[in-house]
């Protein structure tokens, strides 16, 4: 039977399993949203493009499905194009579609006509130009296909005006056949068993888990593992969740902002095992001087993630999840009995690192501090919330003292660094998960970027709560400026801010104010107990800064501690 | 260092954007590419000349291969593959200078390919070392205009598959 491309787009999409999808209609899209509103497709319209694809974006995270946006041509593609580098850089399952002006316009500087194929090429796993109708089915198969299998991405799909309207027959095919891509899901057989014999043979082993632990769904067998062998672990900002945070082997984030113990056992580690991460030089600081003594096995689904910023002694190119079950298959038998006595040692050290320099922070009974609004969010969930954060010194005490348990409730834009990422991304998951709790930490910086998404989430009534740590700076730049310019806050200040708390009214939600540290459990209890979205404005410590730190090119053991 | 990659692609619209991306992107040099349909009008292959050490040829060969339209990429090694370019020079001709044109295109088995009263137009192809010493002895006649092809190259004999 012949169909619309309109009517052919919203089948593939129903075919694909896609329950929700985040857009904002435009003239040439028009046709697929007049057949959406006859779909059982769920359509929640955002307040601008970059936040429908954080939103898909914190969608994909949380449920480990393909996240979906849609939006017109021109300004409303190009206003995609962070959502997707955001994307690219984690290695996040999206498909983007964007309206085209009809083929026979393009190149022509038609009204609202961008190249975004040509724009978004490098910041996209795969995109494509649909220029004829009987090609639409076949190319979201394919999109679907390359977003969440091998190293997950977003796609991008250009469509067409007169391919959205014009018509074809309609069959969805059963499977993507692409000749060039074939991504590589069992690791060698020979790699492993000689990284196995280089685990038995350390001394002072180190785990480094990357994002791709919780992208391949293999938290429980890297946890396995670890508590098996008795291996410590650590884990990249991406990683957080992948290990439980609370497990006595977990050493805490590694990095710029990394814990003192796991900056110091890693580079005192003879051997580290490299899971799903890829050396980011806010992980490994002064690259020379990383983990000088170790020799380095790594597991990546990406074979140009493997030996791109550090020589690596065992690669093996893999599914996370399959190379673990492998590695867990072949560790019985006598030999990988003991291992608490051969790491005592190694576990004392560490030990005697942690002693000696705990993460803390003086509250006192005045001045709100930072980390103590995360910890009392924490606490008010016993952790069981999805978290999602902004960028900046927010992220990084959301890392450092939120301690998450489980994969897939931290999303956070780690590779890109992206403000304005938290809000839309928390909107995302919760949408996905309308009965938890999805709580986004916020810079007073940061939420101005995409404040308007207020009005989603009172629209959509998604109860996100967000929690500012509003300390009237952009102040991850202002710790820079104080450490490394000399106290020169240019441009860092936020003199003018809006009242957030009038602001969340103004929108139809809830705000809360929080001045004195006793007021702060007070008003999460109260965000928490209420049933719609909630701006909670927390005035913390303006100068209080993130520590521990690594400054940029230093090795890890140069961390200023303070 | 220099090295000569194949490149086997989809033959469509974008891929050649892709590639060049690629290397722009990152910071890669491009000596030369060339590009054209094989046998097989559905897939085009790419002479491409690049340089770097062996972790930017290694880092180089996965990025092509990560590309969705990239169908195989042959890093070709020294002495075992064919290459040759294609070069078209005009050059001034004059009475004293057309019997050394003559001659050389003689020794270097080019051809002249148009001729105007001031001109020779010569084609001449082969290897980087010939292309690059026909262009030497062709300066001092005065060059008035180069085109070069790129290099284009192949495995040897029964390598490759053959």
Not at chain 1, 87 to 100: E, L, N, R, T
Not at chain 1, 406 to 412: F, I, M, S
Not at chain 1, 455 to 474: M, R, S
């Amino acid at each position: 039977m012949e169909r619309t491309g309109a009517e052919i787009f919203v089948e593939s999409l129903r075919k694909e399993g896609v329950h929700t999808l985040f857009g904002y209609p435009g003239g040439v899209v028009l046709n697929i949203y007049d057949v959406l509103y006859d779909s059982d497709i769920r359509h929640i319209l955002v307040r601008h493009e970059q936040a429908a694809v954080h939103a898909a974006d914190g969608y994909a995270r949380a449920t480990g499905e393909v996240g979906v946006a849609l939006v017109t041509s021109g300004p409303g593609a190009t206003n995609t194009v962070t959502g997707l580098a955001t994307a690219y850089m984690d290695s996040v399952p999206i498909v983007v579609f964007s309206g085209q002006v009809p083929t026979h316009l393009i190149g022509n500087d038609a009204f609202q006509e961008a190249d975004i194929v040509g724009i978004t090429r490098p910041c996209t796993k795969h995109n494509y130009l649909v220029k004829d109708v009987r090609d639409l089915a076949r190319v979201i198969k394919e999109a679907f296909y390359l977003a969440r299998s091998g190293r997950p991405g977003p796609v991008l799909v250009d469509l067409p005006k007169d391919v959205i309207v014009g018509r074809a027959e309609y069959v969805y095919p059963e499977a993507a056949k692409l000749r060039g891509y074939n991504p590589t899901y069992e690791g060698h057989l020979g790699q492993i068993k000689k990284a196995l014999k280089a685990v038995h043979e350390s001394r002072r082993p180190v785990v480094y888990a990357g994002g791709g632990v919780i992208l391949s769904n293999a938290s429980r067998e890297l946890t396995e593992f670890a508590r098996r062998l008795r291996l410590p672990v650590t884990t990249t900002l991406m990683g957080l969740g992948a290990f439980p945070g609370s497990d006595p082997l977990f050493l805490g984030m590694l990095g710029m902002h990394g814990t003192y113990r796991a900056n110091m056992a890693v580079s005192h580690a003879d051997l580290l095992v490299a899971v799903g991460a890829r050396f980011d030089d806010r992980v490994t600081g002064k690259i020379d001087e990383f983990a000088p003594n170790a020799k380095i096995v790594h597991v990546d689904i990406d074979p140009t993630s493997i030996s791109k910023n550090v020589q690596v002694d065992i690669p093996i190119v893999g599914d996370a999840k399959n190379v673990l079950k492998k590695m867990l298959g072949l560790v019985h038998g006598p030999e990988w009995e003991a291992r608490d006595e051969v790491l005592r040692e190694w576990h004392a050290e560490i030990e005697a690192w942690r002693r000696a320099h705990r993460m803390d922070y003086g509250q006192g009974e005045d001045v709100i501090k930072p980390q103590y609004v995360v910890e009392q969010l924490h606490e008010a969930t016993a952790g069981r919330c999805i978290v999602s954060t902004e960028v900046g010194q927010n992220q990084m005490w959301a890392a450092q003292y939120f301690r998450l348990e489980e994969p897939r409730c931290w999303l956070t834009s780690g590779g890109l660094g992206t403000m304005g990422y938290g809000f839309p991304a928390a909107i995302g998951a919760q949408a996905a998960f309308p009965d938890r709790v999805v709580i986004d930490i916020a810079g007073d910086g940061s939420i101005q970027m995409n404040i308007q998404e207020l009005a989603t989430a009172v629209q959509y009534e998604l109860p996100v709560k967000v929690a500012i740590l509003n300390n009237g700076f952009l102040g991850m730049v202002r710790q820079w400026q104080e450490l490394f310019y000399d106290r020169r806050y240019s441009h860092t200040r936020m003199d003018v801010a809006p009242d957030f708390v009038k602001l969340a009214e103004a929108y139809g939600a809830l705000g809360l104010r929080a001045t004195r540290p006793d007021e702060v459990r007070p008003v999460i209890e109260q965000a928490l107990a209420h049933p719609g979205p909630v701006l909670m404005d927390f005035h913390v410590d303006p100068e209080e800064g993130v520590y521990p730190m690594v400054p940029a090119g230093a090795p890890l053991t140069k961390m200023l501690l303070l | 260092m220099r090295h000569t990659i194949n490149v086997l692609v989809e033959n469509e619209f974008g891929v050649l954007a892709r590639v060049a991306g690629l290397f722009s992107g990152r910071g890669f040099n491009i000596d030369s590419l060339s590009v054209a349909e094989t046998q097989d009008p559905t897939v085009s292959l790419m002479t491409i000349v690049t340089r770097g050490d062996d972790q930017i040829i290694e880092q180089i060969i996965k990025q092509l291969h990560k590309l969705v339209n990239v169908l195989k990429v042959t890093d070709l090694h020294e002495g075992q593959y064919l290459d040759r370019e294609l070069v078209l020079v005009k050059v001034a001709a004059t009475a004293e200078t057309k019997p050394e044109i003559l001659r050389l295109m003689d020794i270097f088995r080019g051809k002249i390919v148009d001729v105007s009263p001031k001109t020779y137009t010569v084609e001449v192809t082969g290897g980087e070392d010939k292309i690059r010493a026909v262009l030497e002895l062709m300066r001092p006649l005065g060059i008035k205009e180069v085109v070069r092809t790129g290099k284009v190259a192949m495995p040897r004999g029964m390598q490759n598959g053959g």
